[in-house]
């Protein structure tokens, strides 16, 4: 009876201890698209989380505490988005949450982040309009607004570009609120635009339009695109000879268009972006070199990006105290957030505030300046 009594002691005793452990976890949520046709994006974010949490942890984690992830598949989904920022929230009780991947989602989502007083934070949302949710949502995925009209001048001092033809898809949030974006920056800076052609998610023929396109004779397509669609249309435009640069936006800043757009069909496409894996700081070479050990694989933008969104976030929670009342945690994490500065893989960051519709201060976008870059046999190779 005595033994029984000690190893029930013991089982108490080991159970006592994991759930003084999981009481000190800090549990931020990752809501991102795993699955559907912007998983590519997420699996690359998803991986950048896991091995800044790993890091940070080893490190000693926050002011002793460890991180938790607690992540979701929301599918690239609107209606996903909604449903899994919901039990993140308020089933699981995370801090706060990350994600998720696309705009469309972002749109969707982050109200009820905002409305539950819960920080929504983007690392793939660049889409105008975003912040302007509310004071609870940040970003640190620079805007499309900010980063275009670099590209587009980059591309028109290295080529001397004269004119373009414009391709975007129509029925997207992202792809159009970079379509909007190209042809602002287009005009301020007074280049002729040959032809606008449309498509739609999930088409797989461009032909028709690239047919078009061609017959204009373009200096140079710019393109507002996931790579679901992007990869092929570069495909399909190599295959009737267009061979003219492309300008992609945040998109198509993957390293995954060389598998997707193999033989030279991804050459000569210009993306902008605070993240190259070509830039050799000491940062992102440390990062690189991380990802490449943990996952066999080059890392991309977006890992880049979420990787540095938890070296951020654990800035923020290092200068609160926690104290296990939940909404002032994620009210306290929220007003700790807009003053931290970090250098990451990404380069030095701050953020900006941004305005609501009706000119009054709302949530945070990133302030970081784009690097250049264009695809050469299989590389990014930044333009200075």
């Known amino acids: 009876m005595q033994r029984i009594n000690k190893l029930a002691l013991a089982v108490i005793t080991t159970f006592g201890a994991v759930a003084a452990a999981q009481a000190a976890d800090i549990k931020l949520g990752v809501a991102e698209a795993l699955s559907g046709g912007a998983a590519q994006y997420g699996a690359s974010i998803r991986n950048g989380f896991q091995l800044a949490a790993e890091e940070i942890n080893a490190a000693g984690g926050v002011n002793g505490d460890k991180i938790a992830l607690v992540i979701e598949d ?23 949450v ?30 105008d309009g975003i912040t302007s949710i509310g004071n609870y949502v940040f970003r640190n995925s620079v805007t499309e607004a900010d980063v275009l009209p670099a590209t587009i001048e980059t591309v028109r001092k290295k080529t001397g570009m004269k004119n373009v033809a414009v391709l975007y898809g129509n029925d997207d949030v992202f792809t159009k609120s970079g379509y909007d974006n190209f042809k602002k920056a287009l005009e301020d ?26 017959g204009t004779n373009p200096d140079a397509i710019v393109l507002s695109a996931l790579l679901a669609e992007g990869a092929p249309i570069m495909v399909q435009a190599r295959q009737l000879g267009l061979n003219v640069p492309v300008i992609g936006g945040n998109g198509m800043n993957s390293v995954k268009i060389f598998d997707l757009a193999p033989g030279g069909a991804s050459n000569n496409l210009w993306i902008g972006s605070p993240w190259s894996i070509e830039n050799q700081t000491p ?64 380069g030095a960051f701050e953020f900006r505030q941004a305005k609501d519709r009706a000119g009054k201060p709302a949530g945070y976008d990133a302030q970081q300046a784009p690097i250049v870059s264009v695809t050469k046999d299989g590389k990014y190779v930044i333009e200075k």
């Open 189 to 214: 800076q007074k280049v002729p635009v040959t032809t606008t052609e449309t498509f739609a998610k999930g088409d797989v023929d461009f032909k028709a339009q690239l047919t078009k396109i061609k």
């Open 74 to 96: 929301e599918q690239g989904k609107k209606e996903e988005a909604i449903n899994v920022f919901k039990k993140l929230i308020f089933q699981d009780k995370v801090l706060m």
């Open 98 to 127: 990350f994600g998720p991947t696309l705009s469309n989602s972002a749109q969707a989502a982050d109200p009820i982040a905002q409305a539950a007083k819960t920080v929504a934070f983007g690392t793939s949302n660049t889409a």
């Open 283 to 346: 940062e992102n070479t440390k990062f690189i070199a991380a990802y490449k050990a943990k996952f066999g694989a080059a890392p991309d933008q977006f890992a880049a990006q979420s990787y540095d969104a938890l070296y951020i976030v654990t800035q923020g929670l290092k200068k609160v105290k926690l104290s296990g009342d939940l909404p002032k945690d994620r009210t306290a994490l929220r007003d700790a957030l807009p003053d931290v500065k970090w250098t990451g893989a990404t």
